[in-house]
């Protein structure tokens, strides 16, 4: 005991110095780096014991310290430097040491995750680089060295979901590549000459029969289940044309409508919470869900934004998070309201009274009431203030995860089959529900600046009055817009730029309004006469109508 007080002792210094305030000038660098360099070395159970020091100080100074001292500091190290530099790596270990603290303090951590990401890693590392540097530490075997070994991939809470998405992407193509290299030097080997390269090779084709969307689909997934982490290609059987991007949005647009539809029965949805949640008296085929659960990866892996909301806890579900009764809020609010207030019922003992419950759940499935017992002989066991906390803790589980063992594990196992692997482990839930649902975030000035023009030029006065109109539109306003034009009112993870948007003519001025090809994020204008019609046209368009989904 008293050799831990020793080196508790010796700790005490350096967590006082942690929280000077100082640090955070330039002028201060060398000391900041002699601090760093001694948090390193520290013991794995001193930097424990700094973790949980440093979870109890105030969030205003916790916040100062990640912000001010450590995340200018490495920002100011890798803006001026050419290479990186080893004390970078201490700095973001130093940085994982606060982001442990953060989440050890509980909730949704002592401060909002994304202040742990790093604009000059985002910007300026080479993320490709930092990953084949990972991945070849890692084919090799880790040596030990914390330098030699040091990636910004072993740190993911500095990486924004844009490089997450990147790293993602390098891994599927590396792992893809190393499968082709085997197979064609297996070839060789064998005497067969040099192999000829088709499509197959370097894309997942699927072929889909329109009439039979969903079994087709299920079918070609099966039988490519070794080429789902290539780029996605869909034929649909009798149709001519190359997929440059359309045709597989369209895919995924016509997929998700109809197993999403609540009469397949296979989701419910809640108009409230605009919600999609498994269907735990589902008749069909686990199959279906595993389908489901593939689509979700490909939209991952190609880029897809998909129009389907799920709660948080399903991403969590499907990082192998545990869940707990703060997950249910999105699901269920009043009824995770209901479950906080039993628990701070202050006149406990008369919960049995008031509450008159038993451990059971009430469910309906087509009409029919049930009662499951939520552990043996439940239904006779009484809700009580020495078994609330017990009551919670079952009915939330039955609701998150019993209820719908079948059908998650299906969809989770197809999930898997394109996304496995310890890649998908640098995600948080919040960033993987960005990959599959896009970003909320809308800026129309960076797809005024890509935006490519079909008849028309970016200083015609029509589309100079077009932009003019767009930026002076509501929030919700311009939410329509996109959906209008894309099909999705969310924004890929990388932005709006990132989206191949063009303007075409549609013929001389008219009473036609805008239309637009959602699938290949075409808008189609008439030459107004007037900046003023165009307004009004626009307008009337994405307030009463939908694009052209299907070509």
Not at 103 to 113: F, M, P, S, T
Not at 173 to 180: K, N
Not at 392 to 397: D, F, G, I, Q, R
């Given at each position: 005991a008293a050799t831990c007080y020793t080196r508790l002792a010796q700790l005490r210094p350096l967590f006082i110095l942690f929280l000077y305030p100082g640090l955070s000038d330039p002028n201060e660098?060398?000391?900041?780096?002699?601090?760093?360099?001694?948090?390193?070395?520290?013991?794995?159970?001193l930097q424990h014991a700094l973790v949980v020091w440093l979870s109890k100080i105030d969030q205003e100074r916790f916040h100062f310290i990640v912000v001010h001292v450590i995340q200018n500091?490495?920002?100011l190290q890798l803006l001026t430097s050419q290479f990186i530099q080893k004390i970078v790596s201490k700095a973001t270990t130093v940085l994982g040491m606060m982001y442990q603290a953060?989440?050890?303090?509980?909730?949704?951590?002592?401060?909002?995750?994304k202040e742990f990401y790093n604009d000059a890693v985002n910007s300026v590392v080479d993320i490709k680089q930092d990953y084949r540097r990972w991945y070849e530490a890692r084919k090799r075997g880790l040596s030990g060295d914390p330098w030699e070994d040091f990636s910004f991939i072993d740190f993911p809470f500095i990486l924004d979901p844009a490089a997450k998405s990147q790293v993602l992407s390098y891994n599927a193509?590396?792992?893809?590549?190393?499968?082709?290299t085997a197979v064609m030097t297996s070839m060789l080997l064998r005497g067969g000459g040099v192999p000829m390269i088709t499509q197959e090779d370097w894309f997942c084709v699927l072929r889909i029969d329109r009439a039979d969307l969903v079994q087709s689909s299920l079918h070609q997934v099966m039988l490519k289940l070794d080429d789902l982490k290539k780029p996605l290609r869909i034929k649909f059987l009798g149709e001519d044309g190359i997929d440059e991007g359309g045709v597989k949005k369209e895919f995924f647009q016509l997929l998700t409508k109809e197993l999403f539809d609540p009469l397949y029965g296979m989701?419910?949805?809640?108009?409230?919470?605009?919600?999609?949640?498994?269907?735990?008296?589902?008749?069909?085929?686990t199959e279906e869900f595993r389908l489901i659960g593939v689509m979700f990866g490909l939209a991952i892996y190609n880029s897809v934004i998909l129009e389907i909301r799920f709660p948080m806890c399903i991403y969590k579900k499907l990082l192998g998070m545990p869940l707990g009764l703060a997950d249910l809020r999105q699901l269920d609010p009043a009824l995770c309201k209901a479950f906080y207030d039993l628990l701070a019922f202050e006149d406990a003992d008369a919960i049995e009274e008031v509450y008159e419950r038993t451990f059971t759940v009430e469910t309906e499935a087509y009409g029919a009431k049930l009662q499951v017992p939520l552990k043996p002989d439940g239904e006779n066991i009484r809700l009580n203030k020495h078994n609330r906390e017990e009551y919670?803790?079952?009915?939330?589980?039955y609701l998150l995860e019993e209820s719908i063992q079948k059908q998650f594990k299906a969809f989770n196992s197809g999930f898997q089959d394109v996304c496995g692997g310890d890649i998908l482990k640098i995600f948080g839930p919040e960033e993987l529900e960005l990959l599959i649902c896009g970003s909320p975030d809308l800026d129309f000035h960076s797809l005024e600046k890509e935006c490519r023009y079909d008849g028309f030029t970016k200083d015609a006065e029509l589309i100079k009055g077009f932009w003019s109109i767009v930026h002076?539109?509501?929030?919700?306003?311009?939410?329509?817009?996109?959906?209008?034009c894309t099909g999705s009112d969310r924004v890929p993870i990388k932005g709006l730029g990132s989206i191949l948007f063009v303007i075409a003519r549609n013929g001389d001025d008219s009473e036609m309004l805008p239309t637009a090809h959602t699938?290949?994020?075409?808008?189609l204008l008439p030459e107004y006469s007037s900046v003023e019609k165009l307004k009004q046209k626009l307008m009337l368009a994405m307030n009463n109508c939908t694009g052209f989904g299907l070509m």
């Open positions: 660098k060398t000391v900041l780096e002699a601090l760093l360099d001694a948090l390193c070395d520290l013991s794995k159970g500091y490495l920002t953060s989440r050890l303090a509980g909730g949704e951590g002592k401060i909002d995750y193509t590396t792992q893809q590549g190393e499968v082709q989701f419910h949805y809640d108009e409230q919470n605009r919600m999609h949640w498994f269907n735990p008296n589902s008749f069909e085929n919670v803790n079952l009915y939330v589980s002076s539109m509501t929030e919700d306003e311009r939410k329509r817009l996109l959906k209008f699938c290949f994020n075409h808008l």
